[in-house]
Each structure stands twice: as C-alpha cells, then as structure tokens.
C-alpha cells in the first residue's frame, strides 16, 4: 500500500483523500489542514487524521472540538509520497518541507511549472513522471485542453489550436469572489497563460488562449478551434472521442443544455459531490470545416485532476504504467458516465 | 409493503423515488414521466419501471431508447398509494385519473388547498391526513415555516409571525429562469400567498408574509420574526430548536456563510444529490428582543418536502402513527446533520 | 425634413427616436407601441405622438391615462419612412402593411435576410442600400463583427474569421430571462447562425462563430480571431482601428476591466442611457501571432445599432451618400468616446 | 458660493460633484482622488479642479496624461466645506487634516458615529446639523429607511419597525465583489447594524433590521414593517408618502417589476447615470393588516445620499433652513419622477 499525505483539505485536498481511499492499491496516511470549519469536522467524520498545517493553530482545532493528530512534519516525514493540494503560490513554499523530508511530491496547476521536474497529464505524458521527485498535475483547463488535444495529434495531427476558456467567476462556496453581473477578459492580454501552460505537456504545439470570467459557479466552457493536419469528418471525431475514457460525449437525447442539468445528471448518477471527472463534450457540437474542429466543452474545476492525481501517485512511485494506473483508478472511482 | 407508484420524476418525483425506495416498509412500483431525457435514463438505471405519463409519446422514449413499462393508468390501478410530483396545475388535472382507480394520491404544494381533504406537515398535523383520499403535502415554503413554528407554538404560544422569503429565482437546472440581475419584490402585493398557506397547517395562526425573488439557484432564505406570547431567551430557543429532528442549527465554527458552503457540507457529509431535508438555522442569527423572536433559515426547495411526503404516505394508508413514522423516515435517510 | 414612423418603441425603438431627432434632416413623426407601461409614459413626456400598435388595445392606453395619436396605419402612411423595430418575427409580419401605403421600412437583425432587399451595415455595405425598399440593419452582434472586419479586409485582407460571441442572458429590464448561473453552448450546434449572418454583409467571407450565454445583462463580449493574409504587426491594427470611428479603443490607463466599467464611464461622460454605440475593442488585447489576429471587443446589444439605423434611413431615401451619413450620425449623437 | 472641496471622486464623490455644480449658490472648487482611472479622466473633461489625493501619486496622473492642481491640503485650506466621500474608514483617518485648516467636513455613513458631532437626514433632523462642524450623512440604507419613518412617526406615531435589508453585493463595476449565486444572511447576527444607525436619527425610535447579500448590482431591496401607534388604512399612507418628494410611489401601470426597470425608466426620463435619489417605493406594496405596515421600496445605493450631501452642506454653513434647502436642492436635480 502507497502511503499517501495529503496537505491542504479544501476543495482538490478532501477529493484526492476520498479517490485516493478508494484506491486497491493506496491509504491515505492523513490530512493537514490550516483552520478548523465543516471540512475539518468532515475529515474527522470520515477517520482521516487530521494534522495541523500550521503548528501554532492547534488550538483553534481544539476550541472547535477537533483532535488534532499532529503537526504536518510528522506526515510528510511518515509517507510515500505527499498531495500538496493547498492555495496557489503556498505549494512553492511547503517544497522545503517535503525536501527535508525526503518525501516526493505532487503539486497542483497553480503552481509554477520551474518548481518542478515535470508537468503531468496522465494521458499525454505520464511516463515522464516515472521516478521524478517533484510533479506538477497541470491545472484544470490545462488537464482538459490536453485530454481533448492528445487523441486528435495522435490520430489526425494538430497543426493549430485555437482555444477560448470561458470561465468560472468562483466555485460555489466561494462567495466572496465575484463578478455579479459582468464578462470579463481575463487576462486582458492575449494570449492567456493556458496556452504556455499546455506546452508543458505538450513541448511543440502551436497553441493560442483567450480567458474570460463569468458570473457562474459550476463548471468552465470551452470554445476549441482545432486546425488538424488533415480534413476530417465530425463523425471521426466523435469516434475518436468515444474510446477515450476521460471524455464524455453527452449524448443530445438527454437534453442537457449546460453545466447546471449536467451536474443534476451527475448528480442523480450517484456521483460523490456530483463530480464530473471527465471532461463534458456536447457531442452534437463536435463539428467540422474542412480541417477546423470546432467543439464546446464543459470542465469541472473541482474534480478533473482528481484521477490525474491518483495516476502521478503511481506514476511518482513507480507502481504502475499508464494504462494499467488510468484502469485502476476509472474502476476504483467510477469514471465513465 | 406499501406499493407506491410515483406520476412525475422530476425533482420531487425523483427524490421522492430514491427515499421511498430506502423505506423498510415501502416499495416503488414505478414512475410516470411525459418525456425522455437524462432523468429517465437514470430512472432506468436505477431500475425503476418506467411509464409513459403521455400515451402517444411513448415512441419518444422508444427512438431514445429507453423501455416504456406501460401507460401510466396501468401503474395508477396497481398502487397503492400514488405520488403526483407533477408541475403545479397538473395535479388537479390528474385526481380525477387517481379517482377512477381508486387510489389514495398525495399532491404537491404547487396545487390548490381546495383540490384535497387536507394539507400536511408531518411534524405539526399528520393526523389530520389519517385515511384521508387526497393529501397536499405544503410547498418548500411552508414547510419550513411550519417545521418552526410549531416547537414555538407548543413552548411559548405564538402572537404573530412575519416572514420576508427571499426565493431563489430557479433551481440549478432551470436555465430558462431569471433574473439575471436583479431583486423583485414577488409578488409585489402583501402578503404574499406564503402566509395563507401556511394557514391551512395552523388554521388559528397571526401570519404574514413578503416574497422577493433573486438571482440565486441553491436555496430559499427566510428571514423570520415570531413575536412570542412570552418573553424568552435566544438560549432557550436554540435548546427547543436543537431537540427538533428536521431542523439543523448550523455551528459558528463551522464557518458556513450562505448556501453555498451548506450545501458543499452536505455533499462532503455524503447526502445524496447534497440536499439538505432539514430547514438550516443559523445558530448565531437565534435572538430575541422582548417577546420578538428573530432568526434566518435556508430552506433546500428541492427536498425539504421529501421526507414530508415519505410520512404522509404513512399516514394516508394508516401504517403508522407520527412520531413512529418520522423516526422511521429519518433513520432511513439518515436525517439529522 | 425626413418624416421617420417608429413602428415599436422598446429598446430598440426608443432609442432610435432619440436619435433621429437629434439629427438635423429628420423628425419623428410618431411611434406606435403595443402596450402601455413606463416606456409608453416616456415617449408622451418627450412629446412623440403614441400610436396604438394593435388597434384594439386603445382602450388599455386610455386607462392608464396616456393619449393615442390614432392607429399605427395612419402613421405608416404619412411617413417618408418606417423603422420596424419590433420583436423578432413581428416585423415580418408588418411588412405587408408598409407595402400597403408603399412607404420603405428599415428592419432589425431578428428578421430573415430573405424577407428584404439588402441587410445593412453603414461601414461595410451603405451603397447597397440606396433606393431599396426594405432593407434589414443586422443584429447587434453582427453589427459588431462587421464593423471590425471591414477595415481588416481593406488593410490587409482576411483569410478566415473564427469569433466566439460570449452573449448576455437578457438586457437589464428583462427580468424574466435566465440563466441564473450557468454558462450555455447556445447555439449547441456550431457554427451559430452569427456567421452566415456577417456574409450577408460580406458574401464571399470565410467565417466560423459559435455562440455561449452566461449570466450578464450589460454586453455581449466577443473573443475574436482574424486569420490575416499577411503577418501585421498589433500596433498596426491599433493604428487602423483608432482612425475608424466606430471602434472605440478602451486605453489602460482608464483601469477599466469589463462591462461594467465601461457603462459607468459612458454614464459618467453623458452619454444618454449610459449608450456604447461603438464596438469597445480593449485595446491591450490586440495581438498577433504570424498572421493571426486576436481581440476582446465588448458589443452593446440595446444601442449599436442605433446609428446604423439613422444611416439606414439616408440610405434608403438616398438624401445622403455613406461619409456624409455616418459624419452626420456621429456628430449629432457625439459617436466617439 | 459656497466654495465645496470633494475629497474622494468615486461612486458618491462624483454625483455629489455634478449636484454641487447643479446648486445656484454652490460652487465645486476642486475634487481629489487617489489613482487615475475613468473617473479621474471624467473629472476633467468635466473642468473639476483633479487634486491629489496622496501627493506621492502625483507622478502616476502625469503617466496617465492628467494635469494636478496640486495636494488635497491646499484644496481643503481654501474650501468653505469639504465632502468626505472616500471608502469606509478613511474619513475617520482625513478628519485631522480638515481640523487642521479649520474646515467643517461631511462624512459618509460608512464612518462610525462617534466620528462626529451628529450624523444626518435632511427630512428628519436638518436642525442637528446647523452650524456644526464634523457631520455625518448616513448611509444609502440608513437614509432609505429614515425617510419612510419620518411621515409615518409625524402622522401616525411609530410604535416598532421591523426591517429586512436585501442588499445588492457590489455597485456595478465592482467585479471583485460576489457573491456569484447564493444568499447571505449578512451580518449572521440580528440585529444588523442598521437598526442602531437608524437611532442615531431618531434616537428614541424602536427598531429590528435584518441584513442579506445577494447577486445583485443594482439597488438594496427593503422589506418593511411598521407597526403603527393607531390602526391605518393602506390609502392614507399612500396619500402621505404622495406629499413626500423624495420618495417616489412606482404606479401599478407602468409595468415596473423591479430594479432593472426601474432603472431602465430613470434612464428613459433622462436622468444623469440612471440615478434614482428618492426611496421607490412600490405603491401596490403599501398594505396594513390592523397596526402593522408593511411595503417594499429600492434604495439605489450609488445616489440616494447624494441629494442629502447637498443640504448638509447647506445646515454646517447655516445658509438655509430644512424646506428652503430641501426645494432648491429637488429643484436643481429634478428630483421627483
């Protein structure tokens, strides 16, 4: 068994915990977390340790009713390997730590891509991750973006992407993030920094982003303008697409318009926290002009690198190859709706 | 095993399909929907027989393949208690189908309180529906008043409540439902209906209330004022609350500031779909002023009324008194968050 | 004095009377609304003469105190030229009444290309407009693509065009129109009707759009890429751009990050209604990559179209040519932030 | 003239600047601000005197192109009066700097009470504040509510009000500010601060309110009881807020639903920004269930203090009394729709 800390227990951190439990082949050793509120009380609901990720907080814990099973050194000193799952920019400054220690690490999208060996799409390149010391799971766009790219330059060749994210304003609790009513360029600037981003995974694409922000909660949207080396019919694509385990090709007889109905089938499915770990494609919007691919497609910031992080544990540890690691973990969480 | 059949599988009709089906004592025979889409896919895969609410359109749900057990009248005939969940005004159209069979039916809140014998709120009149034929279980609304007025009723006596409900403007799914930006008083006349139909559970009760719609898609929150018949203490009144099953006080620690976090907790805590069947009181917002009682509650309008319609089935077939019939719906849901 | 009937008077039409007035060659000889409400009030405090739409519906004018002229027919009749500024669909409708008293009519872009002469963009197309009977001024949002366009296809030709229109749920007052919270492909199929729309203005233009809707009300925001047939430098499309004079070039240092900034500086400016007749290109976005050209332009639905109303009508009765129109347009509104 | 100082030219700085300009014995000898932006641009097209708020910055207006007059102190030295309009909190840090030169000084009601001699509404307590030298024009919700009270203590007697506050999350160009989609109780605890604040105008008065947060940009929406010393017919109140002239009765025909519309109808009357500086109170709303009031009215936050500003400015230099003020001020806004 992979022993796996896991530091920082918010919306990434308490997800990787439960896909990571759910794993045949892996426990979680424990959860660090900086201050007591609902998802500490759930971690203790649910018997993960709880370890202070900030040692001289221990009594915040405390005042809330919650055991606190030690300070985080001690975690990161005890496991295999450690999920830093905190805020952006705290991950670049928790490296020392797990350096100290030993202990190898995965980090998330919001770090930067100089921390680390390698960038980590567990479709694209897993293998470059094998035995590195320090891995960075790209960020949600990026893991989606590289998702849909990697088949089409397999099978067709991608000459240009084109890619305009539209995004969330800010996750469902998150309600001090705004905007109310605006659509914002963000960045102004163009390109946006995904596309460097999906050349970590993807050292020699030609690739162009746009960002915006939007007053919405649930998921990302994405318009994708793929320029492939060949025409090809939609119908291809569609194929394509439908033999990739992390993409889901919503079919138009369930009448899901948009990210709201597509959470409610999540949802209704049975999904823990209606997760969405694949990315949605509108199969009806898969489309294309001679060798432009147009296509929308959902991506749910909360869970899509959940899975990929479960693979760069494996990939880290040695302990599977890709095909073997992606099988694992889709039947341990579920994955295909 | 008290077989119910379930007209509408939306959701309510879906909800109420899950929780009857968790009941030791119930069974569902099957649900009625008028079109395919991805609800009636998951009824299938859930394995619940599905029928046709709308003859003529069962070649709809053929050319999205999906296995129509039969017209809905078949389903009626069979049951023995039946759940319309359908939207408001369509269950008057269908009590002259459930009198044809001669099936007892309960109906939602969105229906008239002349179309039955009585309205019910299983915590403040269940035996008013004992043997009753036709049964309205009270909108999410009045449920939620209900379920906190009637401890304060038994405990203090009740001079007068005003209520403001500021309602979300549609529920996650419903994308063709505004506004966008905007607060309106809805309806604009005063009081709103809210209060009359909270006097079919309370027919001797002072109460009036103010409706004000916004753009917001998780919950209703109440702001609420009940001038008491006695002086008494914000404590004593989270004392009365807290031993109430289907009120949930929502602890300062754990840092809960709106809907959305409430509903992150429940989906962490493992609530199928994240829905919330108790009202959420804010502990801290519990405060009195003279005999003037204040506080805010959310109210979840998708599911609040589940359990409400778990217990009047209870109660129309005559199967259990209240108190055995709340206990044993709450343990099955595992209400009590 | 070109004698201009206002056949609808919302948000389209209202603002279409201010501006013909304000012109030194035009007079509103009335405008005719189907029902009474503020905007009804409006038009008789600025003194335009209220014609009854549906003839019927005299009376509900008269009782809320507001005088008819007489029926919108009469009106019709006595004017050099009709605006129809109706809902989509509606103006199909009338066009057999324009043609009953031969006076021209001027549509908006919800009607069918097929039902006029020629569609209308005062930049791209004026001349094809002159002496036409019925003539269709393009939508808000293909108003917007054309006018970007056609400098570009001027200065250094245009291989292809790939827009993504990023569109509001619904204006301000609309209240009824969602989503809440969603981002929606809309259309889900691509490419959306906006492309074939702007060769009606362009016909041998290679153009792909696809179209969201998020929860906004203020503009639509069009994330834009332009396939030049030579590589340009950004600061000559910054150049180009900032000599057209319905482009408006939102400078950095004005801090001005979305839509809601920039209605609160036309607002502040004096502009009336807060009104952005212009394309607001934000001028930092312009980028290129080789030969692609990339920007953010935010479109106001309720008022670009508004100038090219007014040109629309000196085109149609040919009493100016194209630069006299649009010098004379922007002059009288004061176009040009 | 009155020679006015504006320090702070944001949302409340810039209205009370134009309505200064707009007084027949005022005049705006100069505003200052902190950064350059629109705003500071607006300032001088507009021909206001631009100071610098912090001397430090001076370089960055120049980087921008916008001409200094010089430091706010040399401002405030020469004014008669200045008009504190900066963000919360700041007013308090300023106020040593206007005793320093000995210049009376308004403040927002973002600054605390105690900050100074007496806070203010024109309609409720004029006289508090002649001849004094630090005054405090309440807040956007304070003044809203203060001018409902007024009329009804002087008609009727006021035995207890009871207010909920629904208030927009953020003016429309604050993009940072949410929340996205959900309600806040806001503050959790009851009451708000609101009913004290109110107490500082009519200081026997008994008052609860209640705080929300919702998606909304436009205007607070309030839901109010009075319980009135006698039993009144909805008609007289309507007859007595009729006389009121800063509170504006929205009449059932004109069709208006809620803030957008609202909006929309201030914009169509011409306006400057849309503001709305009376209560709007919904004349439908206005209902009496025996002692008890109730109604809704929006309180547009941006502008409804701004007519207040002006005739404090007027009782701190003793140049008018209450009515005389309060009709030259009406007169030279155009206040009453």
């Not at 045949?24 to 759930?42: C, H, I, Q, S, Y």
């Not at 000193?77 to 400054?93: F, H, K, Q, Y």
């Not at 432009?292 to 540890?317: C, K, M, W």
Request: charged share 25%; hydrophobic share 40%.
């Amino acid at each position: 068994m992979i022993k796996v800390a896991i530091n920082g227990y918010g919306t990434i951190g308490k997800r990787v915990a439960d896909a990571v439990r759910a794993q045949p082949d892996m426990e979680v050793l424990g959860v660090a977390k900086t201050r007591p509120n609902f998802e500490a009380e759930t971690a203790i609901d649910k018997g993960f340790p709880l370890y202070a990720a900030i040692e001289e907080r221990e009594d915040q814990f405390a005042a809330a009713g919650l055991d606190i099973a030690g300070p985080v050194a001690e975690l990161v000193d005890a496991a295999d390997i450690v999920v830093d799952a905190t805020p952006s920019g705290i991950g670049a400054e928790n490296k020392s730590l797990y350096e100290e220690y030993d202990t190898p690490a995965l980090y998330q999208g919001g770090e930067d891509a100089a921390l680390v060996d390698t960038s980590f799409n567990a479709r694209s390149n897993f293998e470059d991750a094998v035995d590195a010391d320090h891995v960075r799971v790209v960020s949600c766009n990026t893991t989606g973006l590289s998702r849909a790219i990697a088949p089409l330059r397999e099978a067709f060749g991608v000459e240009k992407v084109r890619a305009t994210l539209v995004r969330r304003g800010g996750d469902p609790g998150q309600t001090s993030r705004g905007p109310i009513n605006d659509i914002l360029p963000d960045p102004v600037t163009i390109p946006s920094h995904h596309g460097p981003d999906v050349e970590t995974i993807f050292d020699d694409l030609d690739i162009d982003t746009l960002g915006m922000k939007v007053p919405a909660t649930l998921m990302h949207m994405h318009s994708l303008n793929v320029t492939l080396e060949e025409a090809v019919d939609a119908a291809e694509v569609r194929d394509l697409f439908g033999d990739e385990s992390r993409l889901f090709l919503i079919p138009k007889h369930m009448s899901i318009d948009g990210s709201g109905k597509l959470k409610e089938y999540a949802l209704d499915a049975g999904r823990p926290r209606g997760d969405i770990w694949e990315n949605a494609v509108w199969e009806e919007s898969i489309s294309t002009v001679g060798r432009d691919l147009y296509l929308f497609q959902g991506i749910h910031q909360e869970s899509d690198v959940v899975p990929e992080n479960v693979d760069a544990i494996r990939a880290v540890t040695g302990s599977a190859d890709a095909e073997e690691s992606i099988r694992t973990t889709n039947e341990a969480l579920g994955i295909g709706l």
